[in-house]
């Protein structure tokens, strides 16, 4: 349930529950980011979400995007001081991201929108909650220490679909206490993705290739946390595996930031009047994105609808419209390859609110999907849910044209995984309310096929001629910590098959924590 939380009267007493009820008594914020994954497969959520009036809302529009960060963080109530938090939040969004705003809105018309959640290190959407989630990472781990109840250190295991990768490596990279290994599938990044990658330094760093698809990848990291011996062997070198994919709770509140803050700059703008409400169209595959859409509206924001858009693996737009998800479909790669999944983990969520934190009905879902390989909620469930979500799907050619047009109509140059969110919102009728669409990734990521989108052909180009090329068509200029990996050195060269990840880990742990 939803409630008004008395920071200064109930401090850290937020506790946070097992989406599947298999993990025992719920635990403080701090034990549940460090956990990662809760024992037993499911997934960490509140007891209880806050919620804001207009006027605080307004209020948080007045602040810089690192104190509108830091206030999302306390009214979780999560169990660490005020002043620690604001200390955080000032190191997360600082001079690392290029533009003063942090995630700047372009407007295409009166009532449509870009949120451009690119402007970080990796110049992906990814970078707004990871360059904050190691600072909690490392502050709930010294609490604990101090506290007594923590003596290990940890390997933090991330599977990728491109993005999450590169911004947890630039996270994690030289923290003490903490290895990070990620593993990407073989062949299913962009070579941007992949350069940036392969070519992250640091001696607590590990990164493999995985031949298979994304699922595969993540699939086998969820089966390595479940592996009992694997994790006595891992604990003999005085480590315990964590996750910082969007599986770990520590990464929702600094999601649900963006929306506020989006919001805000509309209302600044005069495009909107407090109090109005917006839609928002998120491109996903494993549902973080949006389900923090979700979060930000339960808090209090005026949130219209969310709109789900899926890439040809359109197995969310089929489970919205029917209630029934199957994962038992051929895997497409596409040109929006961080959607390209068939396990949307973060559903697990939505679910459990939406079966109102019915556990029981949430486990069998997921015993269903492990076992099945599909699930049908209730009736009511997806009535409850269509009342909140929208959605729709693009293939590759409707995404390339989308790419075109926005760049020749508007001058506004977009990535495949936005064109497939605009391609989606631009077939909702329109109704007069404001509608924003996230865009995901800078164009240089996925430079190849934007170029091809534009018509030049890419045939026997490189990544980076690919950028080049992309740059004197346009005259846009692409970001700086990109542009600069052509002359970065390769240092990760591992690939492996899905049944020899966990051997991997084993091996990492062994030399890193030896």
């Avoid at 990796?122 to 190691?134: G, N």
């Avoid at 001058?411 to 077939?427: E, N, R, S």
């Avoid at 329109?430 to 430079?447: E, I, M, Q, W």
């Avoid at 020899?500 to 030896?514: H, I, L, N, P, Y």
Wanted: negative net charge; aromatic residues 8%; charged residues 25%.
């Amino acid at each position: 349930m939803a409630q008004r939380i008395d920071r200064a009267a109930s401090f850290g007493q937020n506790l946070y529950v097992d989406t599947r009820g298999a993990a025992g008594e719920p635990v403080p914020f701090t034990q549940a980011v460090i956990n990662g994954l809760a024992q037993g497969g499911g997934l960490y959520v509140p007891e209880e979400l806050p919620t804001l009036s207009l006027d605080e809302i307004c209020a948080l529009a007045r602040l810089p995007y690192a104190q509108r960060a830091a206030a999302i963080y306390k009214a979780f109530n999560v169990d660490l001081p005020d002043e620690a938090i604001d200390e955080l939040m000032g190191r997360a969004y600082g001079d690392n991201f290029d533009d003063e705003a942090i995630c700047p809105i372009t407007s295409l018309d009166e009532s449509t929108h870009i949120l451009e959640l690119w402007h970080g290190p990796t110049s992906a959407f990814k970078d707004m909650a990871l360059q904050c989630l190691p600072h909690f990472f490392s502050a709930s781990a010294e609490k604990l220490r101090e506290e007594g109840t923590l003596d290990h250190e940890f390997m933090i295991l991330v599977a990728t679909s491109g993005d999450t990768g590169k911004a947890a490596l630039e996270g994690f990279k030289g923290v003490d206490g903490v290895s990070i290994g990620v593993l990407f599938p073989d062949g299913g990044v962009s070579d941007i993705q992949r350069k940036q990658m392969v070519t992250t330094t640091g001696d607590n760093v590990q990164v493999w290739a995985v031949r298979g698809n994304f699922d595969d990848c993540q699939t086998e990291v969820k089966r390595i946390f479940a592996d009992s011996e694997l994790a006595e062997r891992i604990a003999a070198n005085g480590a315990v595996l964590s996750s910082a994919n969007s599986i770990n709770v520590g990464r929702l509140a600094p999601q649900v930031t963006y929306y506020f803050d989006s919001y805000a700059q509309l209302v600044r703008a005069g495009a909107i009047q407090l109090g109005d409400e917006v839609t928002f169209c998120v491109p996903t595959g494993n549902f973080g994105d949006v389900l923090a859409g979700y979060y930000a509206k339960r808090l209090g924001l005026p949130v219209k609808k969310l709109v789900v858009a899926s890439n040809e693996n359109d197995v969310l737009t089929d489970f919205l419209t029917t209630g029934t998800y199957n994962r038992l479909r051929p895997f497409n790669k596409t040109i929006s390859p961080s959607m390209d999944i068939l396990v949307s983990s973060n559903l697990e969520r939505m679910l459990y609110y939406f079966c109102e934190g019915d556990c029981e009905l949430v486990s069998s879902l997921m015993d269903d999907l492990a076992k099945k390989g599909s699930y049908t909620v209730p009736a009511e469930v997806l009535t409850r849910i269509q009342e909140v979500f929208a959605c729709g799907r693009a293939d590759d050619a409707q995404t390339r044209a989308e790419i075109r047009s926005t760049w020749e109509g508007l001058g506004v140059l977009i990535d495949p995984h936005t064109a497939v969110a605009k391609t989606v919102l631009d077939a909702i009728e329109r109704d007069g309310s404001a509608r924003v669409c996230l865009s995901t990734a800078s164009p240089y990521k996925f430079g190849a096929d934007v170029l091809a989108a534009l018509g030049e052909d890419t045939n026997r180009m490189t990544g980076f001629e690919c950028m080049d090329a992309l740059a004197a068509n346009t005259g846009t200029v692409p970001p700086a910590r990109l542009s600069a990996l052509r002359d970065a050195e390769v240092l990760h060269t591992a690939v492996c098959d899905r049944d020899e990840m966990g051997d991997f880990v084993e091996a990492s742990c062994a030399r890193v924590f030896k």
